[in-house]
């Protein structure tokens, strides 16, 4: 899109959308039409919604008509407002080959992303037969939009169907899972990796899973979709070395990659998978070529490498920047840190910075600490459980990430988290944080506290560690002792094959049980009592590790357990 920004006082706001359907079988008076009702409701704000609005008509032909009819309306000198241009045209343009038609000082490029391609015949079948059945000339641009939006409920609610297979496991297949499963319909993920929401660690996603599972959303995990049939009224789901799925409604959600075949004709530098290549002040490999949003590549802000993320909150302030900076200013992007959250159902998942498969692929030695406090203060009705684990690298402990899922106060966690990495806090420095307290929102000890006090006595020397990823080897170490500190219930109840059961409480009298001259590996609920434990034992000359994240999370990530909501102050679940 091109733009003359010379007036200061102008804002266009220009945005691209996916109803070619739609617009094509509008003629450009209509669209015109359209455009004059909305200059009157929105008072000079034009908010320009289309596509492909030069279907079958010449490039002149357009920039005539919008120079006339939008300069007359509104007077704001736009020079071009397009979709599809050629290379040609963009080369006359930066030479100032057409001086009459346009007279720019900086360009803002904004394509954004499609649709992942995917191998599919009949594409949009079921919104082509609904637009058959409306008529357009009697539909006003509300109505329009409106019917846009609920296209896929209003075919919910005709053709009633009973089941769903949606293709693709991140934000958008999981919120659409939520809402069809609300409404009574059957629903399967089909995802190609063997977890639902990448950003989050495998482990971390268990707890999803389970969640999702706990709603009667079916999960396939690690397999592929390849096509669709139509047969009769139902559709069969084709998987790559897979018997077939069959369903009523199917939905892709497979993601999306950066639109830009403009920019790739017009000469600019491009990136990852075809991003574009910005700076940081969002300006292009040609001078006075701005572009922001998904379709451009990015600094992670904690990597330093470049990154393709495609979240609202960093196009957002891409936008601001380039406004900046096409007005006289010199401001600049310091980079994408990932921060985000969703629903699922009765939980809520959010996660920022780089998790630890990242952070381990990009060559950083790195730490964990993994902790399940209550949202706010135990003793004040209405606490429940969330699980954190956070990213550290080792010897600096700088803070790389977190990841974070629970019931409530999650979304508070993480925000506070997303400031500490941004600020270059050190992990250690979470505990000295001031946050505030009262029983009804927190603890006296904030969870975000507790981490940092778990980081600080791993850097004292205080606590040593054993993860989920040691599970194997310690097992088979036969020099190791391995030991639950849990009562005999929780013991009886459930445990791990080859741990020794001696609850806190009696340790101090059963110490003669263990050999000193071998490590010892203690595991408990939530990781609370096996670290009391491992400080009666390094006090009495053991080597003692604590397990990260306590039999709690070995549930979870091991056999399908949902996150408790409740547990008791010493970490027994309730």
Known sequence: YLVDLKKETARVVIKQIYYNCFLNKLKLEDIFEILSEMREETNLRLQIELDKIIAKT????????????????????IALIMYLITN????????????VLLNFTKILYNMNTKFVDFPIERVANILLNLIDEINLEEMNFDEL??????????????????????????????????????????VTIVQRPKQLMNPFDADMASFIHNEMRKHGVKLLLGHTVEGFEEKGETIRVLLKDEQPLHADLVALAIG????????????????????????????????????????????????????????????????????????????????????????????????TGINETNARKAGLDVDTVILSPMNHAG????????????????????????????????????????????????????????????????????PVNMAGFMIDNIANGVLKQWHLSDLTS????????????????????????????????????????????????????????????TRILSQNGYDAYNFAGGFRFYEAVMHDRSLVEKETACGMDL
């Open 145 to 186: 939009f409106e019917m846009m939006n609920d296209t896929l409920k209003k075919y919910i609610e005709t053709k009633k169907p009973t089941s769903a297979v949606l293709a693709g496991g991140g934000f958008i297949g999981l919120e659409l899972a939520e809402n069809l499963k609300d409404l009574g319909i059957d």
């Open 474 to 533: 310690v097992l088979q170490d036969s020099n190791a002792k391995l030991l639950d500190v849990r009562t005999i219930s929780e013991y009886e109840h459930s445990h791990i094959e080859g741990f020794k059961n001696i609850p806190v409480d009696e340790l101090r009298d059963h110490l003669s049980e263990i050999e000193k001259d071998k490590p010892v590996y203690v595991i408990c609920q939530s990781g609370l009592r096996s670290y009391i434990a």
């Open 88 to 99: 040609e045209d963009i080369q006359a343009i930066l030479e100032d080959d057409i001086p």
């Open 256 to 351: 999306v990659t950066p639109d830009t075949h403009l920019a790739k004709e017009a000469g600019l530098q491009l990136g990852i998978k075809d991003s574009i290549v910005v700076n940081d002040r969002m300006e292009t490999s040609i001078p006075d070529i701005y572009a922001a949003g998904d379709a451009v590549m990015v600094k992670h802000y904690v990597t330093g490498q470049d990154a393709l993320i495609s979240l609202a909150g960093p196009a957002n302030k891409q936008g601001r920047i380039i406004a900046d900076n096409i007005c006289g200013g010199d401001s600049h992007y310091l980079g994408s840190q990932g921060s985000s959250v969703i629903k699922v159902f009765d939980l809520t998942a959010a996660t």
């Open 379 to 446: 003793y004040y009705p209405g606490g429940k459980v969330m699980t954190m684990k956070v990213v550290f690298e080792k010897n600096t402990y700088r803070l790389l990430g977190a990841q974070i899922v629970g019931y409530e106060g999650v979304d508070k966690r993480i925000d506070v988290l997303s400031t500490a990495i941004h600020a270059n806090l050190k992990a250690t420095s979470l505990k000295d944080l001031d946050l505030a307290y009262a029983p009804p929102y927190s603890s006296a000890k904030d």
């Open 58 to 77: 010449s490039i002149n032909n357009v920039l005539e008509i919008l120079n006339e009819e939008i300069n007359t309306a509104i007077n704001v000198d």
